[in-house]
Structures are given as C-alpha cells and as structure tokens.
C-alpha cells in the first residue's frame, strides 16, 4: 500500500528526493572495504555519506510536513518496500565497478541539473537542500565522469565492462524523466523542478562524456517505471532488509 | 538476471561482487596484487590555510594527476583540513640518500651561533 495518495505534494516530492539519495547511499556503502582500491573505497564512501546527510534532511522534512509525527528514523527503517518513492535506478546492484560508475554518472548528472534548478525554489528549506548539495553533487559527477572516460578510453577489457555497465543501467533513465501531477502542481507553485524539461541537457552532457570516452550511447529495448509509485525491481527487497535490520531487531539502537 | 555476466558471486542485498579487480588483468590474486602496484605513488602535500604552507600529510595510489587530486581530496581533506592540495608523483622527488648523511648534515652540528639564539629578547615580544 503506498501512502502518496494522502500526503500532502510537498511531502511527497521531498520523500521522492530524500529516498533517492537515502537508496544510492546504501548502495554505495556496500562498496565499503570491497572497492578495487583504497582509495575508491573512501571516494565512493564519501559520495555515499554526501547522500546520506541530503537524505537525512530531506526525510525529515517529509516527515515534518507530513505531520503525523514520524521523523527521519521511522521513515528510513520502517516503512515497507512499497512505501519506498525512489526511481528504480537507484536501487539497482552494484555490479562491478564499471557498472556503478554508469549508474553514478546517469543519476550524478541528472541530480546535479535537478538540485541546480531547486536552489531557487520556493519552498525555502528544499532550497537550502539543494543549495548546499548541488556542490556535493557537483563533485559526484566529476567522479563519475573522471572514471567513465578512463574505463571507456582504457583497455579493452575495461572498455568492454563500462559499456556492459552503461547498457545495464540505461533501461532505468527514461524514470528520471516522467513527470507527473504531483511534481506538476509543486512546480507550478515554484517549489519543484520539471524533470521532463531536464532531458536534452542531460543527453548532450552524457552524450559528450560517451563519445570522449570512446562508448556507445545504449540502446533501450525496455524502461523501467514505478518507482516513484513504490514499485521496484527485484533487489530491492533485500537492500532494505539489510538497511532496516539493525533497526527493527533493536529499536532506538543508537550509535 | 544474466547481463551482470558469470563474473559476479553474488547479487542482491550485499551487492553483487567483482571475482576479479577492475584494473586487473590476471584473476589470482597475486596477479591482482601487481596490477595494484601497477598504480604509481603519489606524494600529497595540503595547505591548511591561506598564509601558511604546503604541508606533506600522506601518500596514496592513483592512475593519473587527476586522479590523484581526486583522491588526495578525499582521503586527507575530509575534515576540511585544507584550502589547496599538491600531489607530486613519488618518482619525482630527489631525496638525500642516508648513506650521505654525514658529509650532509654533521658539519652544522657544531655552528651553533647558525641558530637565533644569542640576542637579548625585549620582554614585550611575544610569540617568538
């Protein structure tokens, strides 16, 4: 059952971004003590902790617009996997490195045209969000970028594993791109960006880093959609098991 | 799902595992362990503030300068602990050899009028 219907557009948009960020963040810690060298490891950690602190404001705002007292916490660890409004790309395993820089440079590239345009939003504190992300994300791409164009452009075995990652995660673009009557109303009052207008902008901007780096743009002979309705793909279930686990099994565990 | 290819162990909530490192060419892990090394040393250098120098705080391994920065920005300016990063590869540096270190740095031991301290400080001055 998916809650959307009965909060409020603002809750919802702020939810949508919050778990965008709160899922990618999972994700890439669980890169943690496992990526190809030390170095990778504290960046992708890094990018991941950035994603963390936009999630942790953006979840308590839902939350706080919301109004029926959950905080961050109970939004994070206690809803259920259909109550979850990111865009499925998000979720998606990592792979092998390759295959998380596509991911990182799709959704690093369309969040930094998102959090631009939020930076003058109406609502001031998805503003300040934005604001203060949009340079953390700016540094997100130009990892991601850094390392396309040196998988692509490298040697045969590292071009051939960054385009399997590009045609894995290209499916899940076209979600990052559909608009609808809840981001519809908000940008109308100011607050939200229209993601539909954001796509030009983003194919010439990957687009570019593909050609230098020597890689086809994919071919998509399917695309992902629901995500922002709480449907997901298949891993999901277990990446929120690993997440709300600790927890579940002892509530208000704190560090 | 078979596009993630037979070289992955798992997938799913712990993440789907490389079997062989991304840079590598061989799949022991010996031969990982030298394509590894494959990456040069970088030595990195951070001024902390505007005003003062650039301190040596570390080194790391990058493929290229870039990256280098990249990485020097991230493992040791986290805490914000600078304002400007140099990396210098490794290989670059010319360092005295200890084997010199006599010829090199005895003959000042015994000049100690080299160092500042034969002038009256006036009591006013601080911090010297």
């Known amino acids: ?135 953390e994300v700016a540094y997100h791409h130009d990892h991601a970028v850094q390392w396309t164009l040196r998988l692509g452009d490298g040697t045969s075995e590292s071009h051939q594993r960054m385009q399997a990652g590009l045609d894995r995660m290209w499916p899940f673009v076209e979600e990052l791109f559909v608009s609808d009557e809840v981001e519809a109303s908000l940008t109308e009052q100011g607050v939200a960006v229209d993601v539909s207008t954001l796509r030009t902008e983003w194919e010439e901007t990957v687009g570019a880093v593909l050609a230098e780096a020597t890689l086809e743009p994919p071919d998509a002979s399917w695309t992902a959609r629901g995500g922002r309705d709480g449907i997901h793909s298949e891993s999901f279930g277990y990446l929120l098991a690993e997440m709300q686990h600790l927890h579940r099994s002892h509530p208000g565990a704190r560090w | 799902m078979s596009d993630t290819g037979s070289d992955l162990q798992a997938e799913g909530g712990h993440g789907a595992v ?30 902390s503030r505007r005003g003062l120098s650039h301190n040596h705080v570390g080194s790391l391994h990058a493929p290229d300068a870039p990256m280098a920065l990249r990485n020097a920005r991230d493992v040791y300016t986290r805490r914000m602990e600078g304002v400007s990063i140099w990396v210098i590869p490794a290989a670059s540096i010319v360092a005295s050899s200890p084997d010199e270190k006599d010829p090199f740095f005895d003959p000042a031991a015994d000049k100690a009028y080299r160092h500042p301290t034969f002038y009256d400080i006036p009591a006013e001055v601080q911090h010297l």
Do not use: C, H
């Open chain 1, 1 to 135: 059952m998916t809650t959307s219907a009965t909060t409020s557009p603002l809750a919802t948009y702020a939810l949508r971004l919050g778990d965008d960020a709160l899922v990618l963040a999972q994700r890439l810690a669980e890169w943690s003590a496992k990526a190809p060298e030390l170095e990778e490891d504290v960046a992708l950690t890094n990018i991941g902790l950035d994603l963390l602190g936009q999630a942790r404001a953006l979840l308590s705002y839902a939350g706080e617009v919301e109004g029926k007292g959950r905080d961050e916490d109970s939004l994070a660890f206690l809803r259920e996997e259909r109550d979850f409004l990111n865009v499925q790309l998000v979720e998606q395993p990592n792979g092998d490195f390759a295959q998380t820089i596509a991911r990182q440079l799709f959704f690093s590239s369309w969040q930094l045209a998102v959090y631009d345009g939020l930076t003058s939003s109406a609502d001031d504190t998805i503003a300040a969000v934005a604001a203060k992300g949009v340079k």
């Open chain 2, 18 to 47: 490389p079997t062989r490192d991304v840079p590598a060419t061989e799949s022991t892990a010996a031969g990982a362990a030298a394509a590894r090394r494959d990456w040069p040393l970088w030595e990195v250098f951070v001024r």
